[in-house]
């Protein structure tokens, strides 16, 4: 990949691609993808704006929408294996499961399962852990968390099993600090949660270096015994694990990945990082409101969810609560669509660059599978598009400090690559809602306010005047630029 910072590491195996030549192509294509987001530039009340917000949540492509409502208008409550009206309901199901594999490049999609968003799939996940956990075990979480990645941990293994929770600390720059997290780590330490990136500063993670250090003590393998009902003990699925094997522990420490920021930023390959569960949401990828949670199937089929008896107690179906909402997943899987369609378009016109032939031979020699190559295609694409963006951003940002804006984190223009382009900043001597309301005013522009539920911004930054302006790739150059011009207006004024 053309990033050789964090974006690589999440980026997967594949090596170089051509970064210039891949953002042109990407910039190329601009009109067409903004054609898929009506709402960039008119809001629900039909009102002019330029929404930079994409970390509180992507906009929604075109074709997610109406694949959603035609999945409302038509599919089955149930579904099924004889009427096509089940087959076709169930049909759903497959394509969400099968489209979030390939985007992950997970080894099978029976590994994927869905929750009603992230924090529910890492709050379900969490507690499948209850019958594993001893005294004496700790885990690690991280302070550029998001809390979705870090309240199901400390409460459930911290607060409800005496579990030790050790945070790890973030680098003045805003990066995560790995001697910290190396010092931390010992031979009890079960689990790290970590964040691909974070939605406060925007910093990317080198996950396959968080998971170097989480395996010093061993490739973590389930317990012996681990996920296999007792004899005797009810109907089949009601069983409970066997007594006594708790606390058996494990040699290494797993790793869960909290990619929901990242998600829509740059490939992610869950293969490449090493890592043991991954989730992201479907909001922050150009779809519905749903969580998606990735697992190595040999834990998940030794782990124990809560499960409703009669559900089916096997993987990935046990960690689904509920009857699933057909057309939530019918929508993530036309957001998968639209990045295929667009990693399609990106490989077609990848074949007239001879820059790009190298890595086009490379590609379809590691992804024979058609739609994973696409999604590669696509996100190596999004990512190297956007760090244009952000180098733009972060020497608008240089030039304002001077008019008393302050960024937070990763700064230096020269180390875009270890940034997704999510900018927290502040201005001297306004608050988070002044900023917020002029740049509505002055600009059209839309950004959140609060404190975004990242631990960075809101246990350890403590400043109440930080605002988040966070791009995507069907924003542009010109889109930095108003934006820019904007906030030098209300430094001065
Ligand atoms: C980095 C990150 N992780 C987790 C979450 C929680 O996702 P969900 O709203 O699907 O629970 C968010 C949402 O803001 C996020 O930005």
């Known amino acids: 990949m053309s990033s050789s910072g ?47 917000n994409n970390a509180g949540g992507t906009l ?31 049909e759903i199901h497959v394509r969400a499961r099968r489209g979030a ?33 001893a005294r004496g075990d700790n885990l690690i979480v991280t302070q550029l968390d998001h809390a979705a990645n870090v309240t199901p941990w400390e409460s459930l293994w911290g607060e409800d099993r005496g579990l030790e929770v050790r945070e790890c600390r973030v680098r003045r720059d805003g990066t995560l600090d790995l001697d910290h997290l190396a010092a931390l780590l010992d031979r009890r330490t ?10 406060g500063l ?5 996950v396959e270096e968080v998971v170097r250090i989480a395996r010093r003590h061993g490739e973590p393998e389930p ?12 109907p089949s699925g009601r069983g409970r694990p066997a007594r006594g094997r708790a606390g058996a522990g494990w040699r290494g420490a797993l790793v869960v990945v909290d990619a929901v920021h990242h998600a829509c930023h740059g490939p992610l390959d869950v293969r490449a990082m090493g890592c043991d569960f991954l989730a992201f949401s479907g909001y922050k990828l150009f779809g519905p409101m749903v969580g998606v949670l990735w697992g190595r199937k040999r834990w998940l089929d030794a782990l124990r969810p809560y499960r409703v008896q009669a559900n089916e107690n096997r993987t990935p179906v046990k960690y689904e609560q509920g009857t699933p909402n057909h057309a939530v997943l019918a929508g993530l899987s036309a957001a998968f669509d639209y990045l295929e369609a667009l990693g399609g378009r990106v490989e077609a016109a990848a074949a007239d660059r001879p820059e790009l032939q190298a890595t086009a031979a490379r590609l379809a020699g590691i992804y024979p599978d058609r739609d994973r190559r696409r999604i590669k295609w696509a996100m190596s694409a999004v990512r190297d598009f956007e760090q244009t963006l952000s180098k733009a951003l972060l020497l608008g ?31 001297r001597g306004r608050t988070q809602m002044e900023i917020k309301r002029r740049l509505w005013e002055e600009g059209r522009i839309e950004v959140p306010d609060g404190n975004y539920y990242s631990l960075a911004v809101y246990r350890h930054l403590r400043s109440r005047r930080t605002v988040r302006a966070s791009f995507a790739h069907y924003d542009g150059l010109d889109t930095a630029r108003h934006f820019l011009d904007t906030l030098d207006r209300i430094a001065v004024g």
Do not use: K, W
Request: proline share 4%; net charge neutral.
């Open 202 to 206: 925007g910093t990317v993670v080198p």
């Open 60 to 90: 929604v492509a075109e074709r997610s929408a109406r694949a959603m409502e035609e999945a409302a208008l038509r599919a089955n409550a149930q579904d099924g294996a004889v009427s096509s009206g089940e087959r076709g309901t169930a």
């Open 6 to 52: 964090g974006g690589d590491t999440t980026g997967g195996a594949e090596g170089a691609t051509g970064g210039a030549a891949l953002a042109a192509i990407l910039r190329g294509l601009h009109e067409e993808v903004r054609r898929q987001f009506p709402a960039r530039e008119r809001d629900i009340t039909g009102e002019r704006r330029v929404y930079l």
């Open 223 to 234: 317990p012996a015994g681990t996920g296999r009902s007792l004899p005797g003990r009810g």
């Open 101 to 133: 594999a390939a985007f992950l490049n997970a080894p099978s999609p029976e590994e994927i399962s869905f929750h009603l968003s992230t924090s529910h799939a890492l709050f379900n996940l969490s507690f499948a852990f209850r019958d594993l956990l």
């Open 397 to 427: 940002f240089a030039a304002l400090a001077r008019r008393g804006v302050h960024l937070h984190g990763i700064a230096d223009e020269a180390r875009a690559a270890e940034r997704d382009p999510t900018f927290l900043f502040e201005v």
């Open 190 to 199: 079960r689990l790290v949660a970590v964040t691909c990136a974070s939605n």
